[in-house]
């Protein structure tokens, strides 16, 4: 008798943990896309406002910035894949950044030729770190 109940507490104390380690799991944020940031940044160079958002759908924040340039800015959306990046941070879930340059700083202007600003037009920051103490923008 007392065999069986140490083999159920063994047991109690097993499922307990497998649920704990599920509930860990699943409370670390996964990215929202399937490409790497590194894909999304050649995917959406020289891309207008709106194409860019038929590709990647609304952002989740939207700003303008000091001399007129907007940004967008996706939450958890995208991850660090490659060995370009230090092992510290490769596979690391990252917000996705990108700055739209103002129509009316170029030749352009209409509001249809919002683009993706180039070189440093998209950038992320680490989803783990406060918003703007690690931002890094690759040309």
Not at 50 to 75: C, I, N, T, Y
């Amino acid at each position: 008798m007392k065999r069986g109940l140490t083999f159920l507490l063994i047991l109690l104390i097993l499922l307990i943990l497998l649920i704990l380690l599920i509930l860990a799991a699943a409370c670390k944020p996964s990215a929202r896309s399937e490409m790497s940031y590194d894909q999304i940044r050649r995917m959406v160079a020289g891309k207008t406002a709106a194409e860019v958002q038929r590709l990647l759908g609304p952002p989740d924040f939207r700003e303008s910035l000091l001399l007129g340039d907007k940004r967008w800015s996706w939450w958890n959306y995208t991850y660090l894949g490659g060995e370009k990046y230090p092992p510290e941070v490769r596979g690391k879930v990252v917000h996705l950044e990108i700055t739209f340059e103002n129509p009316a700083s170029s030749a352009q202007g209409g509001s249809s030729s919002w683009r993706v600003s180039q070189p440093y037009g998209v950038g992320f920051t680490l989803a783990e770190v406060a918003q703007g103490s690690y931002r890094k923008e690759i040309p």
